[in-house]
Nanobody
Framework: DVQLVESGGGAVQSGGSLRLTCAAS????????MGWFRQPPGKEREGVAT???????TNGDSVEGRFTMSADGARNILYLQMDSLKPEDTGIYYC??????????????????WGQGTQVTVS
């Protein structure tokens, strides 16, 4: 099955930017849901962005207009461009692979394969 490895996390000041990368090996074919999630300290995991089968994306409400998810043509590398970062964006960020579906949801319970996560700290 697919293996996922995130990178690019770090510490940044409020208003700054970071770009996360997820390297995916294994099958992440066109109709498989791929997503970014995060877990703030002391809180449950939440959806950040998901990639649909047609290449479009959906963002979570809290990051709309600030974060952008993208992928290379083969969907082997996923990106999460994070701009205008806020302290409440702090958390561990995960890349995940979900079900094969035309349209994907930002429900972490629907994603079965996860990377190890990368820490993002905004101060």
């Amino acid at each position: 099955d697919v293996q996922l490895v995130e990178s690019g996390g770090g510490a940044v000041q409020s208003g700054g930017s970071l770009r996360l990368t997820c390297a995916a090996s294994g099958y992440t074919g066109g109709s498989r849901c791929m997503g970014w999630f995060r877990q703030p300290p002391g809180k449950e995991r939440e959806g950040v962005a998901t990639l649909h089968s047609d290449g479009s994306t959906t963002n979570g409400d809290s990051v709309e207009g600030r974060f952008t998810m993208s992928a290379d043509g083969a969907r082997n590398i996923l990106y999460l461009q994070m701009d205008s970062l806020k302290p409440e964006d702090t958390g561990i960020y995960y890349c995940a692979a979900g079900p094969w579906a035309r349209w994907c949801r930002l429900n972490p319970n629907e994603y079965g394969r996860w990377g190890q996560g990368t820490q993002v700290t905004v101060s």
